[in-house]
């Protein structure tokens, strides 16, 4: 891979944790040879690039002496240009960066981005696409927290943005899509899901696979998962959780007892590689589908790990002319 | 514990298996006093019979020649009066069952309970309540997908009927209620929680939690969660897919080398807690709240311990004057 002369932007103060998993997370992706621009307080950002030596790397700032905090609201952009998330994404609009990149407060960074950048032609709402761990490999749900009340004309232009995320960013040449609902029948859902069945069955561009499941979310059933952001939201936090809590339960069965923890010895690499498969910095970041530049968001709680993966699927996805891609599919679509 | 003079009517040929498991089930809760009708065609359930010793253990049969099969609709419960689940909930409310319980077609076992028994003073809609597996031990969630569209008066009948259910069968005094939704101000949610959120806070006789978010449900953060049946049925079914596929992943590392094998066998018992712990047979049947008279509805593919299971909670639910005490509270309640 050689350095992108296009930097990706990323939000560096913002997150739970501020600059560190940030910088590191830079510097990693730095190395594999994607640019970066560090997006913050200047001061406050050199200060935590000084403990490391980053001679020749292709790593700038830009300053920004305002930060959404967490507990603020995300309608607050509006008016805080100087803010990190703003700036980032007005680096983006100005073809100064390739993508912006936030683990910061994520209502903010979509209401940034939205602002800032504008929409794709035939998208009345972008939506937050989410890589979730299967038993395939790995699926891509959306909305998954960007809309809470949703039209069932948004569900196909999101089945549509996915399709075409999966085939440039991921290689997937006709990927499925899945209704999630309450019953594999078509007649089986709540209104939203019978309003948008026949019409997700009507686009010829799109593989429609049919309803699923909660079951099949894991399963892999489907490439791709398409539902409100209501729902979405809580599967996948549902998901996290749950790994959580198993992993917890078994964490403590393996201390429980003398043997238990003999054995725990034995397995535990074998069983990292699952641990590994489900930690959500292993995706790093979710993309913002629709917005007219490419805008990731991530956990605020992400590591330097999460960081590194992030940056390094915004500059696959610049590579691979996503956008361009995007709009040229949306453009082509047969109309809802 | 002693025999109820009142038995338990079980739909004994329904479920995806049929009469084996309904049959080895009833026995069992028999052996621990608790009094099975068999309901279902006569010869068929003779030959099921034929194999075991029942001596001395109070099970009966009732005659129903005719069965909803699972690929049949709901609402062909109208036109059948001799179908199983029918005979079943027509004992309920003749006095002659304690509770009815299937394995079967649920839409049919709600409709049929519905039409059959009708709804409790003070409930628009019954809902389905199931018990999910968490962190603390177990929580109660409905609605799991008896109604699909809801109105935001239903979460608080809802949140009502389980608030008296765990006081008076779980023996919890004051539980718990959290509001599923996608953050934990009260501000975010869809449409629904936003209308349903002050409904459940100026309830008085509830112990109102507020929102909580998909994480949550696992944590056991509230003795009780409610939601739709669209959103509930797919966390359930989620929930349920992710332990199987995270167990499948966990049995594919634990034979993935030599060492893992080894470590396998002592660890193996350890685990085997886990998996126990998440088998849905563990809870046996999830409860159809708000209807009068008590029906229970459990997972097609139950063994004969879910059979069991949901036997022995149909009886400490009739035992403990559960439909009494929900017909108290619901009076009692302040309007909505």
Redesign the interface.
Same mark, same amino acid.
């Given at each position: 891979m050689t350095a992108t002369p296009l930097p990706i932007a990323l939000d560096a103060l913002a997150g739970d944790v501020g600059a560190a998993p940030n910088v590191e997370g830079a510097i990693q992706a730095a190395r594999a040879g994607v640019s970066v621009t560090l997006v913050g307080d200047r001061t406050k950002l050199h200060a935590a690039l000084a403990s490391h030596d980053i001679t020749g790397l292709p790593i700038t700032v830009e300053d920004a002496p305002d930060l959404i905090g967490m507990d603020e609201h995300a309608s607050d952009v509006r008016g805080r240009k100087d803010a990190s998330i703003n700036v980032a994404t007005r680096l983006v609009k100005e073809g100064r960066a390739a993508a912006a990149v936030s683990l910061g407060h994520s209502g903010a960074t979509m209401a940034s981005a939205l602002l800032t950048l504008g929409r794709l032609p035939g998208v009345d709402r972008p939506a937050i696409l989410t890589h979730i761990p299967? !038993?395939r490999g790995f699926g891509a749900m959306l909305d998954v927290?960007a809309n809470?009340?949703v039209k069932a004309a948004y569900l196909v232009q999101w089945a549509r943005l996915a399709t075409t995320y999966l085939r440039v960013v991921e290689d997937r040449q006709s990927p499925t899509v899945g209704l999630?609902?309450?019953g594999e029948e078509d007649h089986k859902?709540?209104?939203l899901?019978l309003e948008a069945h026949p019409l997700l069955r009507a686009a010829t561009d799109l593989n429609f696979h049919g309803n699923i499941?909660?079951?099949?979310?894991?399963?892999g059933t489907t490439d791709i998962v398409v539902t409100?952001?209501?729902?979405g939201?809580?599967?996948?936090?549902?998901?996290?959780?749950? !790994?959580?809590?198993?992993f917890?339960?078994?964490r403590e069965?393996?201390t429980?007892?003398m043997?238990?923890k003999?054995?725990? =010895? =034995?397995?535990r690499? !074998?069983?990292r590689?699952?641990a590994d498969?489900?930690d959500p910095s292993t995706y790093g970041a979710s993309i913002l589908l629709g917005v007219r530049g490419l805008a990731f968001i991530g956990h605020g709680s992400g590591d330097a790990r999460a960081v590194k993966n992030a940056l390094l699927r915004a500059h696959r996805a610049h590579q691979a002319q996503l956008l361009q891609r995007l709009d040229a599919e949306l453009r082509a679509a047969p109309s809802t």
């Open positions: 299967t !038993a927290g809470a009340d999630l609902s309450i859902g709540n209104a899901v499941e909660g079951r099949d979310v894991m399963q409100d952001g209501f729902t939201n809580i599967v996948l936090k549902l998901a996290e959780g749950e !790994a959580k809590v198993l917890g339960w078994i069965a393996l429980s007892t043997q238990a003999l054995g725990a =010895l =034995l397995v690499g !074998a069983l590689g699952i498969r489900l």
